[in-house]
């Protein structure tokens, strides 16, 4: 393996980052090592994606030095460290869509003749690059768009190796690849690290971790909290290190029923194209029903079929036991239905970022706060005070805009929107993804509540975690049916895990998860 | 809404002033008198303004969608035209039917075909150009303004040219729209961000049609004021209104990727637009100085505000 | 086999727009009273080759994403100094061309440097330069006029033939081969076919000129590649002053003079945009390519063309009334922008219209 006595490759010294009034990196020192897997740890908003910025000159830290091979540098721009062999796999995926994958994987440096680029050889070195990760069956010529998300991920991979990195960053690289694909890249991983290259990994997969790093790091609230090799610490231990405090209680405790509540929204047979077969579901008054099953699994297809953005959806809704034909947001919205969705990215789908707090959360039940065509500002400025002090959103004025609040009010702010609608069926899409653990579970107090005064909640997360803490049934979706229904004590993690793999639960008791 | 003036709309207000004090000066010296702050040489300026105005109104409602009208040229030409062919009572509601026309054809292929505004348009604007020479064969329409559409285009019971009024009933119309109504506030949630507009259950395609509708109507009526104004309708009479119309929005500080602007900036920015070429062509800046300048003017009023953000992913 | 049809499908836009011009070309000439014939081709190529130009420049600004709408003022502002420079010597002949493109791409540069350092949109940024571009144009030419070389004008806007006759290129007269053979090419087809094998087909191959099409396709993830976005949109906007350049030189070649024409100026670049999107370049950015716009801008033309053979007493006699081209020439083209809507019917899931 390794040793720690040995020079790093990469060290960083003292290096703090602010964006306007919010600190993201706190004078952190940080070093990563040759021939090394190194895990980096933390909440969303723990700094871990400020920390790839800097390192891969995507943004500049206010202080602090980078020292790379025992050489001070600067990296004004990502092609300064990329020409410091630093390569990144980013999350968002770095790759244009209307290119080939030849295109895309020989972007910067292609091999070129007469200063032009060599199309043959470029599309030799891209089916090379393909081979190394496993992916013969990608045609280079296709255009990325073409692509699946897990196909489009194994290319940015073999795009990345092609670099000839001498570090490699991959943050949340595996969290669309599909189960047979993600061993090809461990053991991809694992050969350039027994090559001598430093891995950096950034995951919030725990057993991913256990599978891959070598080291680990933890951050929490823009500060490097400890950095240990992997065993030295329980499962525990390192969770209670990221969120900076016990994991317990932060989940309200769930009513004991007797009977099944009145049922507020059934679903039979419901379908649409290949990715949705045959679900029957019924959420009853009172009920948060989670969705659960690896992600891509037709969840997120399943809440937008209902809310009406789908065409060509077929099966049957019913909505208080009265059939319903939804055709549009507009129309779920409608007070016959009363339905409301908190969309997966608020950024893109839930807010407008320039618009102000005020605008963002009456946009919605705008229609219900007139006085003929006029907007009675007076009711609109009472109702959205009231519901922000409900939701104890956090804002400096209610006319700023929306986009400089926090991950978490800018949810809260989401959220509110569709309390203002009285809403009776809400649909969330993993609503807590990149939001700290506070407002998390302000948010779980915030379902329960809902949920007791009568509203019917459908809830998908990938952390099952909050599937396990929040729900009263789970149903776990798989190549989009259901395959399994959890209720009470049977909603645990091993259960989750066995039936979004669509083993049987005998199978799950295996060495496996 | 109401809060402090804001930043576009300030410096364009200076910058008239530059423009005055400018011509002024110039004026003092080359012909010694001070024409351009007496009260008559600004009122007409007004009554000028007030045309381009009505049309840079309209296109700053699709601007603040995101979206753009470059039919407004021949809508302007087509109303006029048919509302002096008509003729009669029947003029004006003509005229303005022919923009409800237009509008919900430009709306109806943004918002359900889908084809970027531009392009579609444009080819709006071909097809009614090719009416128009179909309808009066290429020639200056013969018929002239009915007496309403002179009359309100160049009377002054009140004192001021009633062009000046309509564009003031507008203006007051459409600030109560985008501040006072729901459909307002939609306007600028959909140019911020259409689908976070759609999933909260608003009609987006309503909005988009409505708001193409507006563009049309105001261009429709511009075209009437123009042909009152000139007592007749013309061929290419709309051509010099689109350009300066969408320069008068930008100006104005509404961004032109849609979702910020404010109506006080599109009245200065057009009173910016025709007090310069007003100054430039009574200083006898021969029409090659007035293009470059004109050029300049607008360029250097966006870099002083309307910089975008660097693109960091 | 594989790889062509997947080549074939990627580039469905451009091969509607090659089938759309050859089905209106081939019904123009068997409709013509005299027939095909190779005057025809020289006469119908000399019409075409401005707007050809002037959509090739629009084309590439709009593969990244932006839109240039100066380049009728671009291609009138160099036609204008053509009428200036053009004319004397050869070597003052030469000389003037190359200053002529020159400024064409200056001007593009110009267009490019405001969109990049400026941060202004380019819609904007290229409405106020063409302004400026058209007040230049009015300073060289206040009104139409000027001299061109008359024997460049000649051999520029005739069969290749005419350019031996003219320079005596073969000792002796031409070999039956040529005249018979590549003599009897009109010019501005040879012209077009040079530029886009030595101007356009090498910048496409450069890493600039790919990461016009990555910037289009997605800026954020060509800036995380670490590729030069700056460099690329600059490139597409000087690229596209010189192709504005090549169509008013000749339009300067074609007319004899130079001409400030505003209206005209303003519906070259109108129809520049239209030609790129029947030649299957999305507005969008990120794909399509100046091949394409030749033929979108052959399909406008050819649009035009064919309604002046249509026989004025047969069943459509209406459509050869030239009061009603225009109507026609506008309702193809919205026809043809429609086109796309198709896909909107198949969109199946809504949120994906918005993108």
Known sequence: MHSLTQAPFLSLAGISKRYGGVRALANVDFACQRGSIHAVLGENGAGKSTLIKIISGVVQPDEGTITLDGHAVTFPNPQAANAAGIVCIFQELSLMPDLSVADNIGITSPPRRFGLIDRRAQRRRAEELLARVGCEDINPLMRVRQLPLSRRQMVEIAKALGRNPKLLVLDEATSALTAADVDKVYAILHGLRDAGLSLLYISHRMHEIDALADTCSVFRNGQHIDTFAKGARTEEQIVQMMIGREWRNVYPPKPVRNERPAPALELRDIGWEDRLSGISLTVGRGEIVGLGGLDGQGQRELLLALFGVLRGVSGEIRINGERRRISSPAEAKHEAVGMALIPEDRKTEGLMLPMSVRDNISIAALGSMTHGIVVDRARESARIEEIAAKLKIKFGNIGDAVATLSGGNQQKVVIAKWLLTGARIVLLNDPTRGIDVGTKQEIYQLLRDLADSGTAILFYSTDYDELIGCCDRVLILYDGRIVRELEGADITEANIVASSLNLSLDAAKAPHA | MLKSIDRPTLIAS????????????????????????????????????????????????????????????????????????????????????????????????????????????????????????MLTGGFAPQADATKFMIWLATGRPLGIANSVLVWAVISAALVFMLTRTPFGRYIYAVGNREAATYLSGINTRLVLIGSFVICSMCAALAGLLIAGYSSKAFQAMGDAYLLPAIAAVVVGGTNILGGQGRYSGTIVGTILIVLLQSVLSVAQMPEAGRQVIYGLVIIVMLLVYGRGSVVRA | MNNLRLRFSQNTGLWLGVALFVALYVFYSTLHPKGWSVDLLVQNSNESFALIMVSMAQTVPVITGGIDLSVGPMMTMVNCLASVLVSGSPLAIVLGILACLAAGALAGFVNGCIVVFGRIQPIIVTLATGAIYIGISLFLRPSPGGKIDDNLSWVATNALAEMDSTFHWFAGGAPTWFSHGPGRLPVPIVLIVLIVLLVWIPFRNTVTGRGCYAVGSAEGAAYMSGLRIGRSKIAAYTIGGLFAAFGGVYLALQTGSGNADIPQAGAYTLNSIAAVVVGGTSLFGGNGGAVGSVFGALVLRAISFCFRVVDSNGPFGFLGNPLLQPIFEGVILLLAVSLGAARVFRVKNRLSLFT
Do not use: C
Request: proline share 2%; glycine share 12%.
């Open chain 2, 14 to 133: 200076s910058f008239i002033v530059i423009i005055l004090l400018a011509g002024t000066v110039y004026t003092v010296i080359t012909q010694g008198n001070a024409t351009f702050i007496e009260p008559a040489y600004l009122l007409q300026q007004l009554k000028i303004a007030a045309f381009l105005g009505i049309v840079a109104a309209g296109m700053m409602m699709v601007i603040l969608l995101g979206h753009i009208d470059l039919s407004v040229a021949w809508t302007i030409a087509a109303s006029a035209m048919l509302a002096t062919a008509v003729g009669g009572a029947w003029a004006i509601p003509v005229g303005l039917g022919v923009g409800l026309a237009v509008g919900l054809v430009n709306g109806i292929g943004v918002a359900f075909l889908r084809v970027p505004a531009m392009i579609f348009t444009l080819g709006v604007n071909a097809v009614l150009r090719g009416l128009m020479v």
